[in-house]
């Protein structure tokens, strides 16, 4: 009897280590820093953008950045929303995708003219380049919405790119031009407190003798005359 107890004691407790450890390992994790989350922890909600995705005018210097040159606005957004990237490697990226397909087609018309054939061969190049661009900088708005918990604005990030390129690329430097600037902490004036006055024995006597003196110079200066 004692025997099965003691085996039934073993058993229950090796369960419940099984179970602790079947815990541990199904513990939620925070996506971003990987860190175990509390069983009451709530995802924040979706929060709206701040400005919308035809909104292109309330920065004019990000409107006409990209307008003119695209791939420097995605290089700036990625860079930072990414610290650790520079610039340039995602503005080649881009400029490979949209700016390397339409040099390829001015090309292709160049040398080989614009006939049934040619157009078909432009026209196929010119879509395909402009998918795989819609992919790519679709992929960093999804990081974007994930970082911020931002809503599909107005729908799937590699759609809007397909759609409407350059709105989203001037949406996105919108919002996080807003964010970063909410971040930034201001500067704090430092005011340097006033030197701390004190009063020895010795100064508090020469200040009670100094009166003293005086008028005892003040008594010796009179001099006694006769009337």
């Known amino acids: ?15 419940q280590a099984r179970n602790e450890v079947v815990k541990f390992l199904h513990v939620r994790k925070c996506n971003e820093c990987g860190q175990p989350l509390p069983e009451s922890f709530e995802p924040p909600a979706d929060e709206p953008w701040t400005t919308g995705i035809f ?6 210097e990000s409107c006409w950045t990209g307008l003119l040159c695209p791939c420097v606005l995605f290089g700036r957004n990625v860079e930072s ?23 390829l087609a001015a090309a292709t018309a160049f040398f080989h003219g614009i006939d049934p054939r040619t157009s078909f061969l432009i026209c196929e190049g010119l879509l395909f380049g402009w998918w795989m661009c819609g992919i790519y900088t679709g992929l960093f708005r999804q990081s974007l919405q994930k970082k911020y918990h931002l809503k599909n604005s107005p729908c799937d990030p590699c759609a809007v790119h397909c759609c409407m390129h350059w709105c989203a690329l001037c949406q996105e430097h919108r919002e996080m ?4 600037s909410d971040n930034i902490v201001s500067p704090m004036t430092i005011v340097n407190p006033p030197p701390i006055q004190e009063m020895n024995s010795a100064s508090h006597s020469h200040d009670d003798t100094a009166p003293s003196s005086a008028k005892s110079s003040e008594h010796t200066s009179l001099e006694m005359q006769a009337l």
């Open 1 to 15: 009897m004692v025997y099965m107890l003691k085996s039934f004691w073993e058993w229950w407790k090796g369960r």
């Open 55 to 60: 909104g292109c005018a309330e920065d004019t």
């Open 81 to 103: 929303l990414r610290e650790d990237t520079p610039w340039t490697t995602p503005c080649m990226c881009h400029a490979i995708f949209v700016e390397g397909g339409f040099a």
């Open 177 to 180: 031009k807003g964010r970063l």
